[in-house]
């Protein structure tokens, strides 16, 4: 069935440099696109979200860019800070079965390094 | 910004027992609610899709005679675990939206349960 994917389980990075977190998605139908941060026993946190009829958006020290012809999503965080520590999952949006729905990758596990 | 809260957090329970999980939109109305499922270290699966006043619509491979899921009300929806067993434990998270698509969901908090 459709699935998103993810290429790196886990990334570790330095305190304050920049994180790059990818997300390959493989329905041509879905025309929406979320990040969220999960922490350990918590639910998802949303981070930032695009459309399809966008290929880049930007939030607070988070740019999601989106390529449709590879089906590609990137999380960028810049400056990354040890409460970026968690796990990150990509969702896209998409009517399946006849209503509409998120499906979420396998999810990366950012671990930052003081 | 809409908040979703889930009632318990933690719950162990012996196997062959019910056990139900509460769902709640805090301050608007959910049209919509959805109940996903995460095994530990992996990703929500979605469980199935919930409109107040009318029946769930599950995912392929999902018991719904197993898992019950109620919403009763434009706040409320339950899930309710039927003669739990171990293989059910898991981190149950509720998201709910206030329109018709669900492009905008809001997560609740989870629920942990565990089955002995």
């Known amino acids: 069935g459709e699935s998103v994917g993810l290429h790196l389980p886990t990334l570790s990075v330095q305190e304050g440099d920049n994180s790059i977190i990818n997300c390959a998605y493989s329905?041509?139908?879905?025309?929406?696109f979320i990040w969220y941060k999960q922490e350990s026993g918590k639910g998802p946190q949303f981070i930032i979200d695009?459309?399809?009829?966008?290929d880049k958006r930007q939030g607070q020290r988070v740019t999601v860019l989106l390529n449709k012809t590879v089906k590609h999503l990137s999380l960028q965080i810049a400056a990354t800070q040890p409460g970026d520590s968690a796990v990150y999952f990509c969702?896209?949006?998409?009517?399946?079965?006849?209503?509409?729905?998120?499906?979420f990758g396998s999810g990366t596990r950012l671990l930052v390094r003081p | 910004g809409a908040v979703v809260s889930q009632h318990p957090s933690r719950v162990i329970c012996k196997s062959g027992t019910s056990v139900k999980i509460e769902c709640r939109s805090l301050?608007?109305?959910?049209?919509?609610m959805f109940w996903y499922r995460q095994f530990p270290k992996q990703s929500l699966m979605l469980m199935a899709t919930?409109?107040?006043?009318?029946?769930?619509?599950?995912e392929q491979g999902v018991e719904k005679d197993k898992f019950l899921i109620n919403h009763a009300s434009l706040t409320l929806s339950t899930l309710t675990v039927t003669s739990a067993h171990p293989e059910d434990s898991s981190f149950y998270i509720c998201?709910?939206?206030?329109?018709?698509?669900?492009?905008?969901?809001?997560f609740g908090p989870g629920t942990r349960l565990t089955v002995l």
């Open positions: 998201s709910a939206a206030s329109g018709t698509g669900a492009n905008t969901q809001y």
């Open positions: 329905n041509s139908a879905s025309d929406y």
């Open positions: 695009i459309r399809s009829n966008m």
């Open positions: 969702a896209e949006g998409g009517f399946m079965d006849s209503s509409y729905k998120l499906i």
């Open positions: 301050d608007f109305q959910a049209t919509t």
């Open positions: 919930s409109n107040e006043g009318s029946k769930a619509t599950y």
